[in-house]
């Protein structure tokens, strides 16, 4: 079940985003009286099909992309029969190159669009719930594996990234600043002000979505809120508002090393001491096997919610959407470079895995308004059977005032279709080799 939850949310999720990025490629056609012969969502063979004026509108039957058949024009369907003729009115190539540029950009247009307006009802609908800046000065942080290799230690209080001020906990782990060059971060640690550096391709450290939960998060203190009737807790005799100094006289501080120290003691006698109303008390116990002791705890900080009008939305959830396309900029320049490393790269099974085993239209959303900012951002890459390509040889035409011949598109397009197959192909081989390895 699992499996076909995280398929059918990629599935809506690429049905949408390619529906629309070839919508408005047709779109942009049609208003210049181009004729669109085909709208395919998804590759044949086709599922199910029919015709509605001069255009085949169908489904086919591999979800991992989509096309629009112009007349006239040199794509990845290779059909340049047609071309052999005399251009007529109605086709790509008999319209100015303005209108065709127009054209081959109208599915990345739409699809930032796309991208743009999910962020934006995101921002409005749901605002932002984080832990500030503020919060970690004050608490500090707990550095998990990840963390403490590159110096990181529990409590530190980190004051600013790069030498500039942060809002929120996600600030410390975003794309932007692990992959900033030179990078550092200035942290209090007892008084004693540090610069933590960034090593270069330290964001090879974050793999998957489980690898920035093992970097660093903020400390939460506690205290007991209850301990449940029956439980081993209670014959202790803790209550509600009890704060748990030690245990085996390891220095508890927050939540996490809570948990941490009874998970390590599963299955054992513990000595367990505790302030209440300011006189300490101490007392054994056993901890269960699963390295729990009957308790529910009273979290001391709660995250900061800030909600925005919709003219704030606007301008929050553009930013946003943006910032997935500077991010993504800046990791293929450094891929090129070797500092970001090509097992980043992920297909279809690598994005099924970020949707997730479990339905929640939130971040169906998030991913889907993601997503679309990237396929936008590599469409427009100039490669040959990509928009990118087609706007890069339309550029030339109308600087030079001459067009490539018809020849060089077919060739050009044959070149782009084998990077795009053998990009396919490594992406895929990445998302199988990360199955095996649990990457």
């Known amino acids: 079940m699992d499996t076909l939850i995280m398929v059918g949310q990629l599935l809506l999720g690429l049905s949408i985003l390619v529906g629309l990025h070839e919508g408005g490629h047709m779109l942009a056609a049609k208003l210049f ?3 669109v012969e085909k709208f395919s969502i998804g590759f044949p063979p086709k599922i199910v099909s029919f015709k509605y004026g001069e255009t085949e509108y169908s489904l086919g039957a591999i979800p991992l992309g989509g096309f629009v058949k112009i007349s006239g024009m040199v794509d990845e369907s290779m059909d340049t029969e047609q071309l052999s003729s005399e251009p007529q009115p109605w086709e ?17 247009i739409v699809n930032v669009i796309t991208g743009i307006i999910i962020f934006i009802a995101l921002v409005y609908n749901r605002g932002e719930t984080y832990f500030s800046r503020d919060q970690i000065i004050e608490h500090g942080i707990v550095a998990y594996d990840i963390g403490q290799q590159i110096g990181f230690q529990d409590g530190d209080k980190v004051l600013d990234v790069n030498g500039h001020t942060y809002e929120s906990l996600a600030d410390l782990s975003s794309g932007d600043v692990l992959l900033s060059e030179n990078g550092y971060y200035t942290v209090d640690r007892d008084g004693e002000i540090l610069k933590i550096e960034i090593p270069r391709g330290f964001i090879n450290s974050f793999s998957n979505k489980e690898s920035l939960s093992n970097f660093i998060d903020i400390g939460v203190p506690f205290t007991i809120k209850e301990a449940t009737k029956g439980k081993r807790a209670a014959s202790l005799g803790l209550k509600d508002g009890d704060k748990v100094l030690a245990v085996n006289d390891q220095k508890i501080r927050y939540f996490s090393d ?72 800046k990791a293929l320049g450094k891929m090129f470079t070797g500092e970001v490393s090509t097992k980043n790269v992920s297909g279809p099974i690598g994005m099924a895995k970020i949707y997730g085993s479990q339905w929640d239209w939130v971040k169906f959303w ?12 590599m469409n427009l890459l100039p490669i040959p059977a990509l928009d990118g390509g087609h706007v890069v040889f339309l550029l030339y035409e109308m600087v030079s005032g001459r067009s490539p011949s018809e020849k060089f598109l077919e060739n050009a397009q044959k070149v782009g279709m084998v990077l795009l197959l053998a990009l396919m192909v490594f992406a895929i081989g990445n998302d199988i080799l990360k199955l095996f390895t649990g990457g």
Do not use: C, H
């Open 366 to 377: 998030s991913i889907t308004g993601l997503i679309s900012m990237i396929l936008a951002f």
């Open 92 to 108: 790509f190539r008999a319209k100015p190159a303005w209108q065709r540029l127009i054209v081959m950009l109208g599915g990345i």
């Open 33 to 35: 009286g181009m004729r």
């Open 258 to 329: 809570f948990q941490r120290v009874l998970e390590e003691n599963a299955g054992k006698t513990i000595e367990l001491s505790f302030e209440r109303d300011g006189q300490a008390k101490s007392g054994s116990m056993e901890v269960y096997d699963d390295g729990t002791i009957g308790v529910l705890v009273n979290p001391l900080i709660q995250p900061v919610r800030k909600d925005f009008t919709f003219n704030e939305s606007i301008g929050k959830g553009t930013e946003k959407a943006f910032s997935v396309v500077i991010v993504n900029a």
